[in-house]
């Protein structure tokens, strides 16, 4: 059988609960397609800044450097949130995705029929919609220069022609796996990186994917209509601040932030996947949080890094198999109606046997 290596960083709060029912799922569907799955538990963020004092701690990086993919649970919480402590839990995240080179976030949002109910949408406005976003993950506002003194204080937000270029042809090459449509998402009207975000996005279009319809949306209005015609959008590219608010918003679309995975990706195959959530500190350590976001997240896994088509899809038709069976979680559940993580992973596991037989 073929070995894989995953590293998993279970991180804070939730992160542990959703990294072990993600686990389970690949354990079963590594057993089902005899592919050895070897995975390799290591610290980030709150709780690697407990164990040695640092959010990405030396050995954390250099096992997921090595590889073949990378499984996050979250980062963070009240416990590490003083603005004054020396180092933060997000700093491991964002240096983890900058030093593997993970420029590109692939952030999928596909209602799925039986969890309309749980959208604040109405149900007319979400049937069809289907959409992934492609955030920029290592530049912007979030790697700039930061300054401070005791009255001001500045992020700086710089993008290169460069950084713009390779995120835009992800998104055009993932779009002609789809319908063809690109909307490229900035603030033009006022920034000078959308500006450059725009002409650069244009030109790479216009040169190297004639067959790409591409429209441009400045971002306030963008927040507006992926809530009013979200069946228009088919792959949306955009910087990495724009990208996290607006992936949020569209988690409303499926009907719970539990429910988004997602995949990083940089030029190599090794990848990081997690949810786009965060750790959840209100309902952490309960054993209620959803773990489909982290599942799915594992199905990209599976896909993106590993090659593993077939197995990927029998994590997503399972997920789909117990979201039909009314297997919700307490973020999709009418009151009273609501299942444990262990419960939903066990759904998930159940569906494994109809949606993956065993090989023989
Ligand atoms: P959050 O995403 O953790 O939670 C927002 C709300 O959604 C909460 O009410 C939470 O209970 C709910 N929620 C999130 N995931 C859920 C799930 N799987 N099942 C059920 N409910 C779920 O955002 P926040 O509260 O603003 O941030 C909390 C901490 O998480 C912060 O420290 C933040 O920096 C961190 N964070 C980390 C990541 C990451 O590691 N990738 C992402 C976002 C936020
Ligand atoms: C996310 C999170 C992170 C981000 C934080 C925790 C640094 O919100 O993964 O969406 O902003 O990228
Ligand atoms: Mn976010």
Sequence with gaps: STAFDIVVLPGDGIGPEITAAAVDVLHAVGARHDRDFRFHRHLIGGAAIDATGEALPAATLDAAQRADAVLLGAVGGPKWSDPKAPVQPEQGLLAIRKAMGLY??????????????????????????????????????????????????????????????????????????????????????????????????????????????????????????????????????TENMFGDILTDEASMLAGSLGLLPSASLGEGRAGLYEPIHGSAPDIAGRGIA???????????????????????????????????????????????????????????????????????
């Design 290 to 360: 959803n773990p489909y976001a982290t599942i799915l997240s594992a199905a990209l896994l599976l896909r993106h890094s590993l090659g593993l088509e077939q197995e990927a899809r029998c994590i997503e038709d399972a997920v789909s198999a117990a979201l039909d069976a009314g297997v919700f979680t307490a973020d999709l559940a009418p009151q009273g109606q609501a299942v444990s993580t262990r419960e939903a992973t066990a759904a998930v596991l159940a569906q494994l046997d109809v949606a993956c037989p065993a090989v023989a």
């Design 104 to 237: 590109a976030n692939l952030r999928p949002v596909a209602p799925h029929p039986a969890a309309l109910g749980a959208s604040p949408i109405k149900p007319h406005l979400l049937n069809g919609v289907d959409m992934i976003v492609v955030r920029e993950l290592t530049g912007g506002v979030y790697f700039g220069e930061k300054t401070r003194t005791a009255t001001t204080a500045s992020d700086l937000c710089e993008y290169s022609v460069a950084e713009i270029e390779r995120v835009v042809r992800r998104a055009c090459t993932l779009a002609r796996t789809r319908r063809g449509k690109v909307t490229s998402v900035d603030k033009a009207n006022v920034l000078e990186t959308s500006r450059l975000w725009r002409e650069t996005a244009t030109r790479v279009v216009a040169d190297e994917f004639p067959d790409i319809t591409l429209e441009h949306q400045l971002v306030d209005s963008m927040a507006m209509h992926l809530l009013s015609r979200p069946r228009d959008y088919d792959v949306v590219v």
